[in-house]
C-alpha cells in the first residue's frame, strides 16, 4: 500500500452548503456539528448551510464551521475501517484541524480555541487597516525583497507560501498596495487583493498571538498518534509545549506551505486526502509537486474515491 497523507483547508474553502451531500448520506456530519454548536451555543450548521444571519464569512465563526466539516469528515473516515494516513498538515486554521484528527487537542478545546482565535484575530487590526494580496508568477525572494523596499515604517511580508508560482501577501492596506504594484513591476503576472477582513500571518497579528498564548498555556496537549507538520516551519515537533509555541508563532509568521509538501514528498507520501470542504489545496499540492496525486473529500462521490485509492 503506498503511504498516503491528510490535509486540512483553512479559511477560504468555506462555502455555503457545504458537507450538505455528505450529511444527507451520514448522520455522523450533522452530529459532529451539533457537539461544537453545543459548545459556542451557535447553530453552526445553519451558518453552513443557510447563513440567515451572513456570519459564515466573520472569522470568529468561519474557524469553527471550517474546524467541525474537517473533524465531521475524519470521523467518518475513521468509521470505514479504512486505512489511517501516515502523516498530517494542516493550512493556517487548518493545522487545529490536523492537531485535534492526531489527538493532541481535544474538539471541545479546539472549537473554543479557533473561535476566540477567530476573535483575537478579528481585534487586532481596524477595520479597513489591513489587507492581503496573492501575487502570481514571481519567485519568492523576489517577494521578499520587495516587501522590504516598500515597507516606509509600515507592515507587509509574505504570508501563505502557497506554491512556487503563488505566495499571498499581508500587512498595512497602503502597504500591500505598494508592494502589488512593485511586484508587478518586478515581473508578477498578477498581483491581485484578497477579500478577507483579517490580515493573517503577518506583524499585525501579536496582539492576537499575546492573547491566544494565555489560552493556550491553561490547555492540556497531549502527543500526536499521527506526526503532524507544522506551519511555521515546516517540520514534525512531538512535544506539546513545542507545538503551543508553534501555533503562537503561526498567527504573526508566514505558512510555509511548499516546504510542508515537500516533506511529505520525501517522506515517501504519495497520495494526499484533503479532508474539508473543498478542493484548494489539492490543487496546491498538484502544483508543488506532481509525483504527488491529491484526492478531495467533500461529497459521496470524492469521499468514496479516496477512501477506494487509500484501501488499495
Same mark, same amino acid.
Given at each position: 500500500?503506498?503511504?498516503f497523507?491528510?490535509?486540512?483547508p +483553512?479559511?477560504g /474553502?468555506?462555502?455555503?452548503?457545504?458537507?450538505r451531500d455528505?450529511a &444527507?448520506?451520514?448522520?455522523l456530519i450533522?452530529?459532529?456539528y451539533a457537539?461544537a /454548536?453545543a459548545i459556542?451555543d451557535?447553530?453552526?450548521?445553519?451558518?453552513?448551510?443557510?447563513?440567515?444571519q451572513?456570519?459564515? &464569512?466573520?472569522?470568529?465563526l468561519? *474557524?469553527?464551521?471550517?474546524?467541525s466539516?474537517?473533524?465531521?469528515?475524519w !470521523?467518518?473516515?475513521?468509521?470505514?475501517?479504512?486505512p489511517?494516513?501516515a502523516?498530517m498538515?494542516?493550512? /493556517?486554521?487548518?493545522?487545529?484541524?490536523?492537531?485535534v484528527?492526531a489527538?493532541?487537542?481535544p474538539?471541545t @478545546?479546539?472549537?473554543?480555541?479557533?473561535? *476566540? !482565535?477567530?476573535?483575537?484575530?478579528?481585534?487586532?487590526v481596524p477595520? +479597513?487597516c489591513g489587507?492581503?494580496?496573492?501575487?502570481?508568477?514571481?519567485?519568492?525572494?523576489?517577494?521578499?525583497?520587495?516587501c522590504q @523596499?516598500v515597507?516606509k515604517?509600515q507592515?507587509v511580508?509574505?504570508a501563505n507560501i502557497?506554491?512556487r508560482?503563488q505566495?499571498?501577501?499581508a500587512?498595512d492596506? @497602503? %502597504?500591500?498596495?505598494r %508592494?502589488m504594484i512593485a511586484?508587478?513591476a518586478a515581473?508578477a503576472?498578477r %498581483?491581485?487583493?484578497?477579500?478577507v477582513?483579517v490580515?493573517s500571518h503577518c506583524?499585525?497579528? *501579536?496582539?492576537a498571538?499575546?492573547?491566544?498564548?494565555?489560552d493556550?498555556?491553561?490547555?492540556?496537549?497531549n502527543r500526536?498518534t499521527?506526526?503532524?507538520?507544522?506551519? #511555521?516551519?515546516a517540520?514534525?515537533a512531538? @512535544?506539546?509545549?513545542e507545538?503551543?509555541?508553534n501555533?503562537i !508563532?503561526q498567527?504573526?509568521?508566514? #505558512?510555509l506551505?511548499?516546504d510542508t509538501i515537500?516533506?511529505?514528498?520525501k517522506a515517501?507520501?504519495?497520495?494526499i486526502v484533503e479532508c474539508?470542504?473543498?478542493?484548494?489545496?489539492?490543487?496546491?499540492? !498538484?502544483?508543488? *509537486? /506532481?509525483?504527488?496525486?491529491?484526492f478531495?473529500?467533500?461529497?459521496?462521490?470524492s469521499?468514496?474515491v479516496?477512501?477506494e485509492?487509500?484501501s488499495?
Amino acid at each position: 500500500m503506498d503511504r498516503f497523507g491528510f490535509i486540512f483547508p +483553512g479559511q477560504g /474553502s468555506q462555502k455555503l452548503g457545504m458537507l450538505r451531500d455528505l450529511a &444527507d448520506e451520514y448522520d455522523l456530519i450533522e452530529e459532529t456539528y451539533a457537539e461544537a /454548536s453545543a459548545i459556542l451555543d451557535q447553530d453552526l450548521w445553519e451558518i453552513a448551510q443557510l447563513d440567515t444571519q451572513n456570519t459564515l &464569512d466573520q472569522t470568529q465563526l468561519t *474557524q469553527p464551521v471550517l474546524l467541525s466539516a474537517s473533524v465531521a469528515i475524519w !470521523r467518518l473516515w475513521q468509521q470505514q475501517s479504512i486505512p489511517l494516513p501516515a502523516i498530517m498538515a494542516g493550512h /493556517s486554521l487548518g493545522e487545529y484541524s490536523a492537531l485535534v484528527c492526531a489527538g493532541v487537542i481535544p474538539f471541545t @478545546d479546539a472549537i473554543k480555541l479557533v473561535h *476566540q !482565535r477567530g476573535q483575537y484575530m478579528q481585534s487586532a487590526v481596524p477595520a +479597513g487597516c489591513g489587507k492581503m494580496a496573492v501575487i502570481v508568477g514571481l519567485e519568492i525572494y523576489k517577494i521578499r525583497e520587495v516587501c522590504q @523596499d516598500v515597507e516606509k515604517g509600515q507592515v507587509v511580508s509574505p504570508a501563505n507560501i502557497n506554491s512556487r508560482e503563488q505566495t499571498v501577501i499581508a500587512g498595512d492596506v @497602503d %502597504a500591500v498596495e505598494r %508592494a502589488m504594484i512593485a511586484c508587478k513591476a518586478a515581473g508578477a503576472k498578477r %498581483a491581485l487583493p484578497l477579500a478577507v477582513s483579517v490580515p493573517s500571518h503577518c506583524a499585525l497579528m *501579536q496582539p492576537a498571538a499575546a492573547r491566544l498564548e494565555r489560552d493556550l498555556n491553561v490547555l492540556k496537549f497531549n502527543r500526536a498518534t499521527i506526526p503532524v507538520v507544522q506551519n #511555521v516551519n515546516a517540520e514534525i515537533a512531538t @512535544d506539546p509545549e513545542e507545538i503551543k509555541q508553534n501555533l503562537i !508563532r503561526q498567527l504573526y509568521e508566514p #505558512v510555509l506551505w511548499v516546504d510542508t509538501i515537500e516533506l511529505m514528498h520525501k517522506a515517501k507520501v504519495v497520495k494526499i486526502v484533503e479532508c474539508g470542504p473543498g478542493k484548494v489545496l489539492c490543487g496546491l499540492v !498538484r502544483r508543488i *509537486q /506532481s509525483g504527488m496525486t491529491a484526492f478531495s473529500t467533500e461529497d459521496c462521490a470524492s469521499f468514496a474515491v479516496a477512501t477506494e485509492e487509500m484501501s488499495v
